[in-house]
């Protein structure tokens, strides 16, 4: 009999019976629109303002996502997914002399502000190897500088077509240039140091850089098959909020973006921020305008007026609020949870913002009743805040309660949450243990909630259920193909529950509405 051994790691098996559901973040927020530079139609993660710069360069009077993303982290934001888009455009060239040719690249990034250089030398290589030549190319954080924000260093590529490491080959693969034209017929020239105390020289791209036309909104919108526009954020792990700021300075997003996006938002579980147009100057045109634009919906959130911030390049310049309202969400998560309503003093804004119009409470009021929240001033010396959290959904909602973006926005989560945490499920469907553990595990995460304060009710039967037996003990709709079952949550009254089915299947999961209730028998 063979000897066992131990590696003296202890590996265990967790039964499936304590898996636990884990709460996933509720504020990540994710901007469309167009930057100085930066990667195209590829989401990056930015944890601060400085991120942004660094990748995307700093505020732009072409940009209003710039200005967006920058309110939006002063307002409290913590995580966010920046896209940039582009209508056209191209990168600057650079040319490396190579005898009396050049070996032309061109910046992958389009645009006239990013810092791309690159250097020859032979350091290294073999004196017999005549064709063979060391590449570096930098982007730096701009024109002139020396601090380098990324870096590809080619060591021994080659211009002979023949050879194992040519040069064409390697830049195909490069995310900071491309090759343009034809590779020279001899290796490039080693590149002079710009002074005598610098041991390594480099040539800057051309000014032949190109930023583009003004966004339409057919470049935001983009194409899901090619993952372009707002449908790169597919690439992502998940967003919860969207920002989608003006195409320019002076012109709005239209309609069809808006229908787009919020179909986008209701498919991944997030919620969109809707700018108030330009032409909103008035709460008289802004109640007028919201009954005009025949747009309503539990999954998007608007308010108004437009912001201006006191001092810098945007000073008194009429701002749209998307920024600052995902980042009063973000704040309000973070400190009391995503089910306490983001208004009155808990959506304060900071005192350099301040809206663009004066509003009164009455006039909260009115823009409440047709789903618009309203930016109060605020008393002197007071900072702004939000008057209300409502959502744009009209009258006839199918669910009231998503009326109010508290409710809405945690109903998204636990259902987000629970989806995500119950796949396991369907890889145990012959095992006839699997509905109580599942039943079990999800009661865990809501009596975690209801303890929290998210969910109402007294006791625990008033706040939550979950049904995944039938009365007789025997899991109704338990295959070899997948497992169903419904839970329902109180968010505003006890025992008046938000009841979903969830259907966990191989091929994927589905959610809809179900009018279950906790003493029903279930499949009847």
């Known amino acids: 009999m063979p000897e066992q051994y131990s590696s003296g790691i202890d590996v265990q098996e967790i039964p499936q019976h304590e898996q636990y559901i884990a709460s996933a973040p509720t504020s990540v927020t994710a901007f469309v629109g167009r930057t100085q530079r930066g990667p195209v139609n590829e989401p990056v993660r930015l944890e601060n303002f400085a991120d942004y710069q660094r990748v995307f360069g700093g505020l732009w009077g072409m940009s209003p996502l710039s200005f967006a993303v920058e309110q939006y982290f002063s307002q409290g934001g913590q995580v966010a997914f920046v896209v940039r888009v582009i209508n056209g455009g191209r990168g600057a060239s650079l040319s490396l002399p190579a005898g009396?040719?050049?070996?032309?690249?061109?910046?992958?990034?389009?645009?006239?502000?990013?810092?791309?250089?690159?250097?020859?030398?032979?350091?290294?290589?073999?004196?017999?190897?005549?064709?063979?030549?060391?590449?570096?190319?930098?982007?730096?954080?701009?024109?002139?500088?020396?601090?380098?924000?990324?870096?590809?260093?080619?060591?021994?590529?080659?211009?002979?077509?023949?050879?194992?490491?040519?040069?064409?080959?390697?830049?195909?693969?490069?995310?900071?240039?491309?090759?343009?034209?034809?590779?020279?017929?001899?290796?490039?020239?080693?590149?002079?140091?710009?002074?005598?105390e610098k041991h390594i020289g480099y040539l800057s791209t051309n000014r032949d850089g190109d930023d583009g036309e003004p966004l339409t909104d057919y470049d935001i919108i983009g194409s899901a098959t090619k993952y372009t526009g707002m449908f790169a954020l597919s690439r992502t792990d998940g967003f919860n909020l969207l920002c989608i700021p003006p195409l320019d300075r002076d012109r709005d997003v239209n309609l069809m973006t808006w229908l787009a996006a919020v179909r986008y938002c209701k498919s991944h579980s997030a919620m969109l921020i809707v700018d108030p147009p330009a032409e909103w100057t008035t709460v008289d045109l802004a109640v007028a305008g919201m009954r005009k634009m025949n747009f309503a919906s539990e999954d998007a959130v608007i308010a108004f007026p437009r912001l201006h911030t006191l001092g810098g390049i945007s000073r008194n310049r009429p701002q749209a609020p998307c920024g600052v309202v995902?980042?009063?969400?973000?704040?309000?998560?973070?400190?009391?949870?995503?089910?306490?309503?983001?208004?009155?003093?808990?959506?304060?804004?900071?005192?350099?913002?301040?809206?663009?119009?004066?509003?009164?409470?009455?006039?909260?009021?009115?823009?409440?009743?047709?789903?618009?929240?309203?930016?109060?001033?605020?008393?002197?010396?007071?900072?702004?805040?939000?008057?209300?959290?409502?959502?744009?959904?009209?009258?006839?909602?199918?669910?009231?309660?998503?009326?109010?973006?508290?409710?809405?926005?945690?109903?998204?989560?636990?259902?987000?949450?629970?989806?995500?945490?119950?796949?396991?499920?369907?890889?145990?469907?012959?095992?006839?243990?699997?509905?109580?553990?599942?039943?079990?595990?999800?009661?865990?995460?809501?009596?975690?909630?209801?303890?929290?304060?998210?969910?109402?009710?007294?006791?625990?039967?008033?706040?939550?259920?979950?049904?995944?037996?039938?009365?007789?003990?025997?899991?109704?709709?338990?295959?070899?193909?997948?497992?169903?079952?419904?839970?329902?949550?109180?968010?505003?009254?006890?025992?008046?529950?938000?009841?979903?089915?969830?259907?966990?299947?191989?091929?994927?999961?589905?959610?809809?509405?179900?009018?279950?209730?906790?003493?029903?028998?279930?499949?009847?």
């Not at 590529?157 to 693969?173: G, N, T, Y």
């Open 100 to 196: 009396d040719e050049f070996l032309r690249l061109r910046a992958r990034a389009p645009g006239t502000h990013d810092a791309i250089r690159a250097s020859v030398d032979f350091d290294g290589i073999e004196s017999s190897d005549t064709g063979a030549f060391n590449l570096v190319v930098q982007r730096l954080t701009q024109p002139g500088s020396e601090r380098v924000l990324e870096q590809e260093s080619y060591r021994g590529v080659s211009v002979s077509e023949d050879h194992e490491r040519f040069v064409a080959s390697f830049l195909s693969d490069s995310r900071l240039v491309s090759l343009e034209g034809d590779v020279p017929s001899v290796r490039p020239d080693r590149t002079p140091a710009a002074t005598p």
């Open 326 to 524: 995902a980042g009063l969400l973000a704040r309000n998560d973070a400190r009391h949870g995503v089910w306490v309503t983001p208004s009155g003093d808990k959506a304060n804004i900071n005192s350099r913002t301040r809206p663009c119009i004066m509003l009164d409470e009455q006039d909260a009021i009115r823009l409440a009743s047709v789903g618009v929240n309203g930016i109060l001033s605020g008393r002197p010396g007071a900072p702004a805040r939000m008057a209300s959290a409502r959502t744009m959904a009209a009258g006839d909602s199918s669910a009231p309660s998503w009326k109010y973006l508290a409710t809405r926005r945690l109903s998204l989560k636990i259902l987000q949450d629970v989806e995500r945490g119950t796949r396991w499920s369907v890889f145990g469907v012959t095992d006839t243990s699997v509905p109580q553990m599942l039943k079990s595990q999800v009661e865990q995460y809501l009596d975690g909630l209801w303890k929290q304060g998210a969910l109402v009710g007294d006791e625990p039967s008033e706040a939550y259920f979950v049904r995944c037996e039938s009365d007789s003990g025997i899991f109704s709709d338990f295959n070899v193909e997948g497992i169903r079952f419904v839970l329902g949550f109180s968010l505003r009254r006890p025992g008046e529950f938000l009841s979903f089915e969830i259907n966990q299947h191989r091929n994927g999961a589905r959610i809809s509405r179900s009018n279950l209730q906790p003493y029903a028998e279930y499949g009847q």
